[in-house]
């Protein structure tokens, strides 16, 4: 049975994928880096240390990977100031889970303020126990320590509570934890890897709320 539900906030919530890829090369712009076709999937879903692993790998050592995350956050807060589309069915899944007392909880790479601002201008920020950022924890997707934090809020072991996830390193992270993990792909479709980690794969949030109604996760 599921005791908690733990979302990501970026192209899982709120349709903000597009905004985050089209901005990282302005950011690499402004610091003077020639942008690489495909850096934003390769940075997709990470934060932290592990943001910079991936710029490090695709540049060198000697880039500024937190000057170029606070560039490229700065650019996108500014773009979602004037609010969020939400992903459809969000609002049906959560007043589900509101109506069941199933706790949920937000986890994502985006900083706490991001998240507190997405969850206010979609007002939404009710619906949930707790919010944590991937910047909180040691280690960044697609480690677990983001989920097994929010876990740990919600008052439910890892097997207990149910991932939601669009991005490869959130699967990976979901599945590391051993969390019942399922993708709502985004931008990006499944390959053999994502079918092979995920618990199972919906087309939106409604299919994952209609699960939920016939007891088929858990």
């Known amino acids: ?55 490090h790998a695709w540049y060198d050592e000697s880039v500024d990977a937190d000057e170029l995350w606070d560039v490229w956050h700065a650019i996108v807060e500014e773009h979602l100031r004037a609010g969020v589309e939400k ?16 706790p949920a909880a937000v986890a994502s790479s985006s900083p706490a303020s991001q998240i507190a601002q997405n ?23 697609p480690e677990p320590d983001v989920f097994l934090r929010a876990a740990e809020l919600l008052g439910c072991d890892a097997h207990e509570a149910l991932v939601l996830e669009d991005s490869f390193n959130g699967v990976r992270a979901g599945a590391a934890g051993g969390f019942i993990t399922i993708m709502v792909p985004d931008l990006v479709q499944p390959d053999d890897e994502m079918r092979s980690l995920a618990t199972r794969i919906c087309r939106d949030l409604y299919e994952v ?9 858990g």
């Open 87 to 102: 992903k459809p069915g969000l609002d049906e899944l959560l007043a589900y889970l509101g109506e069941q007392g199933i």
């Open 209 to 217: 709320r209609d699960l939920l109604q016939a007891g088929a996760i």
């Open 119 to 141: 969850l206010e201008n979609a007002g939404v920020s009710a619906c949930f126990s707790a919010t944590v950022s991937g910047l909180e924890v040691e280690h960044a997707k």
């Open 1 to 55: 049975m599921v005791k908690g539900v733990i979302f990501d906030m970026d192209g899982l919530m709120f349709d903000t994928e597009p905004v985050w890829g089209e901005n990282l090369k302005p950011a690499t712009d402004a610091l003077g880096l020639a942008y690489k076709p495909g850096l934003s999937d390769a940075v997709r879903g990470t934060a932290g240390g592990e943001f910079a692993k991936v710029v």
